[in-house]
C-alpha cells in the first residue's frame, strides 16, 4: 500500500546514545516533515523539506539533525539523546497545495532514560 | 504568537449526541485550516478548508471555515463510540504546506 513508512516503531535510548528515525514516502511528494507529540503539546515541527535537497527548521530544532537522501527518504537524527525529546515523532509527506494535506508515518514512540 | 487554540480540551457524551469542536487561529493570512482525527496512531485527513462559508460534508461529519472570525468547527452527529478519538485542528500558511497543529480535543463516546 502506498504511503509513509517510518522505522523504527519503538525504541529506548539511554541518555547520551545517538539514534537514527528512517522516513520514507513512495507517493512521489516533493515535501517531508518531522513533527513530534507530547501530552498537552499537539503535534510541534522539528524540521522539514520543502523539496528534494533542501531542509530547513521548525518550531523545536534543537537537539536534532535532518537529511533529506533522496525524494523518497528524510531521515531525522538524534545525536545525543536527552529525557527531553522522549516522545512520540511523526514524519509525514504532502504535495504542496493538494487537496488532502499531510500523509502521516505510523510513528514511532521514543524512550529517552 | 501563531497559535492555533481548539476547544473544549476534552469532551464525554453518549453515543446519539451531537457534538461541536470549536478551532481558532490567529494569524489572517493562511492556505487553508485542516483537520485530522487521531485514534491509537498516526492522524488521519478529514477536510481541508480554503473558503469561508461553504460546508465540507462527509457522512456524520461536517465543518465550515470563518475567515473573518479566525475559526472553524467540526460537528459530528449521531456519534458513535468508533468517534473516539483526539480531533485536531491545522492551519497551513502555504509556506512549504507547513501545517501549525492545535492541541487537540480528546473526544470519548460512551454507550
Known amino acids: 500500500n502506498a504511503g509513509v513508512t517510518q522505522t523504527p516503531k519503538f525504541q529506548v535510548l539511554k541518555t547520551g546514545q545517538s539514534m537514527t528515525l528512517q522516513c520514507a514516502q513512495d507517493m512521489n511528494h516533493n515535501s517531508m516533515y518531522w513533527y513530534r507529540q507530547d501530552p498537552g503539546m499537539g503535534l510541534r515541527l522539528i524540521y522539514y523539506?520543502?523539496?528534494?535537497?533542501?531542509?530547513d527548521k521548525g518550531e523545536v530544532p534543537n537537539g536534532y539533525n535532518v537529511s533529506r537522501l533522496n525524494k523518497r527518504e528524510f531521515s531525522l537524527r538524534l545525536e545525543s539523546a536527552a529525557p527531553s525529546q522522549t516522545s512520540v515523532y511523526f514524519c509525514?509527506?504532502?504535495?504542496?497545495?493538494?487537496?488532502?494535506?499531510?500523509?502521516f508515518g505510523s510513528g514511532t514512540r521514543l524512550t529517552v532514560v | 504568537e501563531d497559535k492555533v487554540v481548539q476547544s473544549p480540551l476534552s469532551l464525554v457524551v453518549h453515543e446519539g449526541d451531537t457534538v461541536t469542536l470549536n478551532c481558532s487561529y490567529e494569524?489572517?493570512?493562511?492556505?487553508?485550516l485542516l483537520w485530522y482525527k487521531q485514534e491509537k496512531k498516526a492522524p488521519t485527513f478529514l477536510f481541508m478548508l480554503?473558503?469561508?462559508?461553504i460546508e465540507k460534508k462527509s457522512g456524520r461529519l461536517s465543518s465550515i471555515l470563518d475567515k473573518k472570525e479566525l475559526s472553524s468547527i467540526l460537528n459530528i452527529t449521531a456519534t458513535q463510540t468508533g468517534d473516539s478519538a483526539i480531533y485536531l485542528c491545522a492551519r497551513d500558511t502555504g509556506t512549504a504546506s507547513k501545517l501549525t497543529f492545535g492541541t487537540g480535543t480528546r473526544l470519548q463516546v460512551t454507550l
Open positions: 494569524v489572517t493570512n493562511f492556505r487553508s
Open positions: 480554503t473558503s469561508s462559508g
Open positions: 509525514a509527506s504532502s504535495e504542496p497545495r493538494g487537496p488532502y494535506g499531510y500523509t
Open positions: 523539506s520543502a523539496s528534494e535537497g533542501t531542509t
